[in-house]
């Protein structure tokens, strides 16, 4: 029993490890290429630059998920389709640029150092989209979200929400380090193509 205690935590702290060293990475990519994605949003369509959402993490402690923004600003004003696609009149055409190339994502890295997010673990959700999914979705709760997991390197939005589900449940029963990075080195290669990036 003991000896189980101590490899969870070893196992943690190395997971753990592997964030803070991946999120200063990412940090550092963030900074570099933060003035031309920002020069590139205000000139298509002005501030803000971020897009900032209520997210839960894990055991449904919200936290705010931060994001280079996106969609148009009156994007609320236009009619959102059933589901993500690459013709959603939302998205701006630098948007379109930054979702394509998951550059979107990088101001997460600072979530992941903080300890809000993983490297890896189920897409963090709102209490909304969470709730729409059922009873079980609320499992996904037990680790922390993550900025790459087994949805993404499988099709992102090409797959149904129940897929995602299946496979955020699948993590969070087989979750583990070898897990992790089998997971990361599938990402490089989803981000590359834009394989469900809309």
Do not use: H
């Not at 897009?51 to 839960?56: G, H, K």
């Not at 949805?151 to 029963?173: I, K, T």
């Amino acid at each position: 029993m003991r000896a189980t205690v101590t490899t969870r935590r070893l196992s943690a702290a190395a997971k753990r490890m592997l964030d803070l060293a991946g999120g200063l990475l990412l940090a550092l990519l963030a900074l570099l290429v933060a003035l031309p994605v920002a020069l590139a949003i205000l000139l298509e369509d002005g501030p803000p630059l971020f897009f900032a959402q209520e997210r839960l993490g894990r055991n449904g402690r919200p936290f705010r998920v931060w994001k280079f923004r996106t969609m148009w600003k009156n994007a609320d004003c236009l009619r959102a389709p059933a589901r993500k696609g690459p013709d959603d009149p939302r998205i701006t055409r630098v948007g379109r640029w930054l979702r394509r190339t998951s550059l979107d994502e990088l101001p997460q890295a600072w979530s992941i150092l903080r300890g809000e997010m993983s490297l890896v673990g189920p897409r963090p959700l709102s209490a909304a989209e969470t709730a729409s999914l059922g009873p079980e979705a609320w499992r996904r709760l037990a680790v922390r979200p993550g900025l790459t997991g087994l949805w993404q390197v499988s099709g992102r939005s090409d797959l149904p929400m129940e897929r995602m589900l299946e496979l955020d449940l699948a993590y969070v029963e087989k979750a583990s380090l070898r897990l992790d990075c089998w997971i990361l080195l599938r990402t490089l290669p989803a981000v590359l193509t834009g394989r469900g990036a809309y």
